[in-house]
């Protein structure tokens, strides 16, 4: 990524998405720190924001791989979808919150990889579009699954629903990306 988060505009992000889920569970208007506008939280820029219960497991994640919204708002939007519309879980319920701990990944450019031996499991996140079908992995999911290349290879064919091994076919499209990643606590 050309740019970086200091740790205070990680904990703006992360304030402000707590904020837009816990306003939807009151029913109340967020209420929102301003930024400057030279900020680099006002750039362009695709971003997941996911929930994690104290259990460490998944309630809910939802992302843009590219946005043309500042990432401010990326990640407004992406907080209140991951808590209410990942179609994966409920939506989350007021008690639920304070259990919550909230990440966010902000994400680089893509850029195509014609040889899968490149990807950096840890370093790389995967985007694989194959007939029509496509799948994304962030760079911390192998690392949080102990994954190796192949393992991780083969999951995003999962992910995206289509066959093992298909990362490989020539028909198949498969992107790289890095991301800066950071979480509450």
């Avoid at 007021?94 to 040889?115: F, Q, R, V, Y």
Wanted: hydrophobic share 40%.
């Amino acid at each position: 990524m050309e740019f970086t988060i200091t740790v205070e505009e990680q904990k703006l992000l992360l304030a402000q998405a707590r904020e837009v889920i816990t306003s939807a569970l009151e029913g109340r208007k967020p209420s929102f720190t301003p930024i400057e506008e030279k900020s680099v939280l006002n750039t362009p820029c695709g971003a997941f924001v996911s929930l994690h219960m104290d259990t460490g497991n998944l309630r809910g994640c939802i992302g843009r791989m590219t946005a043309s919204l500042p990432l401010i708002e990326t990640v407004r939007i992406m907080a209140k979808e991951a808590a209410f519309g990942d179609p994966r879980f409920p939506p989350l319920k007021k008690d639920e919150l304070p259990k919550c701990n909230i990440e966010i990944s902000a994400l680089s450019p893509m850029s195509p990889c014609p040889d899968p031996r490149q990807v950096k499991v840890g370093v790389h996140g995967i985007y694989l579009i194959y007939k029509g079908r496509s799948g994304v992995l962030l760079p911390q999911v192998p690392v949080e699954q102990s994954w190796n290349l192949d393992e991780y290879l083969e999951y995003i064919c999962i992910k995206a629903g289509v066959p093992p091994g298909s990362y490989a076919s020539a028909n198949a499209q498969l992107f790289t990306f890095t991301a800066i990643v950071f979480r509450e606590d």
